[in-house]
C-alpha cells in the first residue's frame, strides 16, 4: 500500500482539514518512539477502516480502499489517544531542542528511517524531498489532529477519511 496518496484530507461536522501524507508519517514516526501503542493506535483512528480491518485479519466485506471511507472507530482508544497527546506527545515536542531534521542526523537519515519502518509503520512514508523542519509546525498538527480526535469522540462518529493528490 506505498502507493499513498500526497494528502489526506478528514472531515467531521464543521472541521475539515488535511495533512500532507509525508507530514503526517513524520509525525507519527516520532510519535512511534515516544509510545509505539499509542502511534499504534492513532496511525488507525486517523485511517481508513479498511486498513485496520487487513491489519487485524477482519473481514472487509465491501470496502474499497480507493472510495472515501470512515476512519476506524474506537471511544476508548480515542479517549486514551487524546490524553497521552496531551500529557506525553505535545510535553516532548515543546521540550525538544533540535528541529526534526537534527533530531534524526538530517533530512536523509529522516527520510530513511520513516520508509524502512515495520509492522504497521510500513505504510508510514515520505515521498517529497522536502517535510517541514520546525518542531512547531508538528506541534500544530498534533494540536489539529487532537482537536479531530475530541470532536470524533463528543458525536460518537468516525472521521471520515478522503484521499486527495
Given at each position: 500500500?506505498?502507493?499513498?496518496?500526497?494528502?489526506?484530507?478528514?472531515?467531521?461536522e464543521?472541521?475539515?482539514?488535511?495533512?500532507?501524507?509525508?507530514?503526517?508519517?513524520?509525525?507519527?514516526?516520532?510519535i512511534?518512539?515516544?509510545?509505539?501503542?499509542?502511534?499504534?493506535?492513532?496511525?488507525?483512528?486517523?485511517?481508513?477502516?479498511?486498513?485496520?480491518?487487513?491489519?487485524?485479519?477482519?473481514n472487509?466485506?465491501?470496502?474499497?480502499?480507493?472510495?472515501?471511507?470512515?476512519?476506524?472507530?474506537?471511544?476508548?482508544?480515542?479517549?486514551?489517544?487524546?490524553?497521552?497527546?496531551?500529557?506525553?506527545?505535545?510535553?516532548?515536542?515543546k521540550?525538544?531542542?533540535?528541529?526534526?531534521?537534527?533530531?534524526?542526523?538530517?533530512?536523509?537519515?529522516l527520510?530513511?528511517?520513516?520508509?524502512?519502518?515495520?509492522?504497521?509503520s510500513?505504510?508510514l512514508?515520505?515521498?517529497?524531498?522536502y517535510?517541514?523542519?520546525?518542531?512547531?509546525?508538528?506541534?500544530?498538527?498534533?494540536?489539529?489532529?487532537?482537536?479531530?480526535?475530541?470532536?470524533?469522540?463528543?458525536?460518537?462518529?468516525?472521521?471520515?477519511?478522503?484521499?486527495?493528490?
Amino acid at each position: 500500500m506505498n502507493t499513498m496518496p500526497l494528502d489526506i484530507r478528514y472531515k467531521i461536522e464543521n472541521i475539515d482539514t488535511y495533512f500532507r501524507k509525508d507530514e503526517l508519517s513524520v509525525l507519527l514516526f516520532y510519535i512511534k518512539g515516544i509510545n509505539n501503542d499509542l502511534a499504534t493506535k492513532l496511525y488507525f483512528l486517523l485511517e481508513k477502516e479498511i486498513a485496520f480491518r487487513l491489519e487485524n485479519h477482519l473481514n472487509i466485506g465491501d470496502l474499497d480502499a480507493f472510495n472515501n471511507m470512515l476512519a476506524h472507530f474506537d471511544a476508548g482508544d480515542i479517549e486514551e489517544s487524546i490524553q497521552l497527546i496531551t500529557n506525553q506527545v505535545i510535553p516532548s515536542l515543546k521540550n525538544e531542542t533540535l528541529n526534526i531534521w537534527e533530531k534524526y542526523g538530517g533530512f536523509d537519515n529522516l527520510k530513511d528511517e520513516v520508509n524502512n519502518g515495520n509492522d504497521w509503520s510500513f505504510n508510514l512514508s515520505i515521498n517529497q524531498e522536502y517535510v517541514p523542519e520546525d518542531i512547531d509546525y508538528y506541534i500544530d498538527m498534533i494540536i489539529e489532529i487532537k482537536e479531530l480526535l475530541q470532536k470524533s469522540l463528543n458525536l460518537n462518529t468516525p472521521i471520515l477519511v478522503i484521499y486527495e493528490d
